[in-house]
């Protein structure tokens, strides 16, 4: 039972908090008081009773407090200040501003935040794989989900409420303020639903309550505690409680007072109007130079690679993709850092199905649900744990880019293994062909990019990976491709070959010119050069496994020779063609730079047909070569 004192105390830094929120928006003339005013009864609730520790905040047995709806970051700020994490004084005067931690949406480089949120929907994804990674980690702790009752509308919050039912993640709770207000007026007129029926048909335990009665959340978050199903709190609340001119008023889902208002709202509260003095504070703050250190959100590991497999015959890469990951996953069953696989029911596709045999407790299949999918692995990759998700181009990156962008912005720790990229996917046709790849990641300044040359490239980059922090994507086609051979006919990829990311392989000399190549397109540039060098044509071949990282001294060799080919079954606009000629520019250097690569969207044929079609077959390209040294 809550002793009567601790309700007293919370209620009074509900007071101290409502008052800190309207400073926080009032200084900058920006921000969302009122859903902030709504929820902060919660968020203090839930601070007085969860495990955590302000001292130590990456602590690994503490509970987690994901705020989906990253707008209500003042009450957010707030509640964390007023538990020891940061200054209150600071949190208000540098609210929004430049060079402040303390941004709009809240952010995961304030301490105590879990999940940088704000691109509403996401959160419940995030936190069900924070839940996941505590039953994978035997590390038993609770995970909080706040979220706003307008982003219910979201269609992947269905998809991580069957996610958690399926997986029975009874560690998960999920709240929801129900001020049943959102920008444009009442949630029912905006998009009418029916919130509780939607989680009870999707397995969840709802329970209702009145969200500002701190017995009411008690009790619930007791009944949730002890339930062998996920919960949800649908929390009854008011916009703007506590200043009754602006409850229930959807103007102030992200509208500050002005002055006046302002200072009768603080009257009505009983707390003092420190505006004037927020004002100097914020004049006199200098942003600290160097930014923020990410390293601790860095996976920490000492995952073994294993011995690598030589491929001699040709073979796809996703299925030396497959057989390496399997390797690594039997390999480190016993390693203090788990490996995880998550599927999107794509096993035999995506060469997953290995995986799961080696490791079925580690395997994850999230069905076909890949917005979940890419933010609840991003999530569990910020655990501790070595996260990989494979999935078909289209789906991995091109249908999920908003959330592979916050992943991007979470520093999260994953490995996206994109299969059936380029025109090679052929038959399926236009929708499938994922010819974007290189230009969607060059987007995302944290994610690098690897596109393996062959079956044993692919293997050696697979245990390069198995170690490493941060964001990584290996695309690769569908068709099986030849093994790469050196001049000497031996595998260019070989025993005593090491990946580095961002080194370029020269696979054949030449000083006529230089042809850049990256992915499937390899065959097609190695046969072309070949048969150009029986007409005494000597064209340097580069294969580039890191298009978004080209070295310089490559590049300078090559600029040297004159003419310079790219060559991709990717958009000719936004690929590797697209970065040499940015990379030039970047090292002053020059040459004629002839883009080989995807003009349009292509029909439906077999790799070969549309190889043809796009210019990329070894007839083709042995043309563009001659006419280009003719001119």
């Given at each position: 039972m809550i002793q009567a004192d601790k309700i007293t105390s919370l209620k009074e830094q509900a007071a101290v908090a409502r008052a800190a929120i309207l400073h926080m928006t009032t200084l900058p003339n920006s921000g969302h008081p009122g859903g902030s005013m709504s929820s902060i009864d919660i968020l203090l609730a839930l601070y007085s009773v969860i495990k955590h520790d302000p001292k130590n905040p990456f602590w690994p047995q503490r509970d987690r407090i994901v705020v989906s709806h990253g707008h209500i970051s003042p009450a957010v700020y707030s509640a964390l200040a007023l538990n020891g994490y940061h200054n209150l004084d600071e949190v208000i005067s540098q609210f929004r501003l430049a060079g402040s931690p303390y941004e709009g949406h809240i952010e995961r480089e304030v301490a105590g935040v879990e999940w940088s949120s704000g691109n509403l929907g996401q959160g419940l994804s995030a936190g069900a794989g924070m839940a996941l990674a505590s039953r994978v980690n035997k590390i038993p702790y609770r995970v909080y989900v706040m979220m706003g009752d307008g982003e219910q509308q979201k269609g992947q919050i269905s998809e991580a409420r069957r996610f958690a039912a399926k997986y029975e993640l009874k560690n998960l709770t999920a709240i929801v303020d129900y001020n049943r207000l959102q920008i444009s007026g009442n949630i029912f007129d905006v998009m009418p639903?029916?919130?509780?029926?939607?989680?009870?048909?999707?397995?969840?335990?709802?329970?209702?309550?009145?969200?500002?009665?701190?017995?009411?959340?008690?009790?619930?978050?007791d009944e949730a505690q002890n339930a062998e199903v996920p919960t949800m709190i649908l929390a009854k609340t008011v916009m703007?409680?506590?200043?009754?001119?602006?409850?229930?008023?959807?103007?102030?889902?992200?509208?500050?007072?002005?002055?006046?208002?302002?200072?009768?709202?603080?009257?009505?509260?009983?707390?003092?109007?420190?505006?004037?003095?927020?004002?100097?504070?914020?004049?006199?703050?200098?942003?600290?130079?160097?930014?923020?250190?990410?390293?601790?959100?860095?996976?920490?590991?000492?995952?073994?690679?294993?011995?690598?497999?030589?491929?001699?015959?040709?073979?796809?890469?996703?299925?030396?993709?497959?057989?390496?990951?399997?390797?690594?996953?039997?390999?480190?069953?016993?390693?203090?850092?788990?490996?995880?696989?998550?599927?999107?029911?794509?096993?035999t596709s995506v060469k997953t199905a290995d995986f799961e045999k080696a490791a079925p407790e580690r395997f994850i299949q999230s069905g076909i649900m890949e917005h979940n999918a890419a933010v609840m692995s991003g999530a569990i990759s910020t655990c501790g744990i070595q996260t990989w998700w494979a999935d078909f181009g289209m789906f991995g990156l091109d249908e999920?880019?908003?959330?592979?962008?916050?992943?991007?912005?979470?520093?999260?720790?994953?490995?996206?293994?994109?299969?059936?990229?380029?025109?090679?996917?052929?038959?399926?046709?236009?929708?499938?062909?994922?010819?974007?790849?290189?230009?969607?990641?060059?987007?995302?300044?944290?994610?690098?990019?690897?596109?393996?040359?062959?079956?044993?490239?692919?293997?050696?980059?697979v245990r390069w990976l198995i170690d490493k922090p941060g964001n990584y994507v290996v695309a690769m086609g569908r068709s099986k491709l030849p093994i790469i051979k050196n001049e000497e006919g031996e595998n260019f990829y070989d025993m005593g070959?090491?990946?580095?990311?961002?080194?370029?392989?020269?696979?054949?000399?030449?000083?006529?010119?230089?042809?850049?190549?990256?992915?499937?397109?390899?065959?097609?540039?190695?046969?072309?050069?070949?048969?150009?060098?029986?007409?005494?044509?000597?064209?340097?071949?580069?294969?580039?496994?890191?298009?978004?990282?080209?070295?310089?001294?490559?590049?300078?060799?090559?600029?040297?020779?004159?003419?310079?080919?790219?060559?991709?079954?990717?958009?000719?606009?936004?690929?590797?063609?697209?970065?040499?000629?940015?990379?030039?520019?970047?090292?002053?250097?020059?040459?004629?730079?002839?883009?080989?690569?995807?003009?349009?969207?292509?029909?439906?044929?077999?790799?070969?047909?549309?190889?043809?079609?796009?210019?990329?077959?070894?007839?083709?390209?042995?043309?563009?070569?001659?006419?280009?040294?003719?001119?």
């Open positions: 639903q029916n919130i509780r029926s939607n989680w009870e048909s999707d397995g969840w335990q709802v329970l209702e309550i009145d969200g500002h009665n701190f017995e009411q959340i008690f009790a619930a978050l703007g409680k506590g200043v009754p001119f602006m409850e229930n008023q959807n103007q102030y889902h992200g509208a500050p007072l002005r002055e006046e208002p302002f200072k009768e709202a603080l009257e009505i509260l009983g707390e003092p109007n420190r505006l004037d003095e927020y004002r100097r504070m914020r004049e006199a703050f200098k942003a600290p130079s160097g930014g923020f250190d990410h390293s601790a959100f860095d996976l920490k590991t000492d995952l073994k690679a294993g011995q690598p497999i030589v491929y001699e015959k040709n073979t796809d890469n996703r299925s030396a993709w497959g057989e390496a990951i399997a390797d690594l996953a039997l390999l480190n069953l016993e390693n203090p850092t788990p490996i995880v696989m998550v599927d999107c029911d794509l096993q999920v880019y908003n959330m592979q962008r916050l992943n991007d912005i979470n520093h999260t720790n994953l490995k996206t293994i994109l299969t059936h990229v380029g025109l090679d996917v052929g038959e399926d046709g236009k929708t499938h062909q994922c010819i974007d790849y290189i230009g969607l990641l060059r987007n995302l300044f944290g994610f690098r990019l690897i596109c393996p040359a062959d079956a044993n490239q692919t293997d050696r980059i070959y090491s990946f580095e990311y961002g080194k370029a392989d020269v696979l054949r000399e030449g000083n006529k010119a230089t042809m850049f190549v990256t992915g499937t397109p390899v065959g097609s540039a190695i046969e072309a050069i070949e048969h150009l060098r029986e007409s005494g044509i000597f064209v340097q071949l580069i294969y580039v496994s890191s298009p978004l990282a080209i070295e310089a001294e490559v590049l300078r060799k090559a600029a040297s020779q004159g003419l310079i080919f790219s060559v991709e079954d990717h958009n000719v606009h936004s690929g590797l063609g697209s970065v040499l000629a940015s990379r030039l520019i970047d090292e002053s250097l020059s040459a004629r730079l002839v883009k080989v690569g995807v003009e349009a969207y292509a029909g439906s044929g077999s790799s070969k047909d549309l190889y043809r079609w796009a210019g990329l077959d070894r007839d083709s390209l042995i043309e563009k070569v001659k006419k280009e040294l003719a001119d």
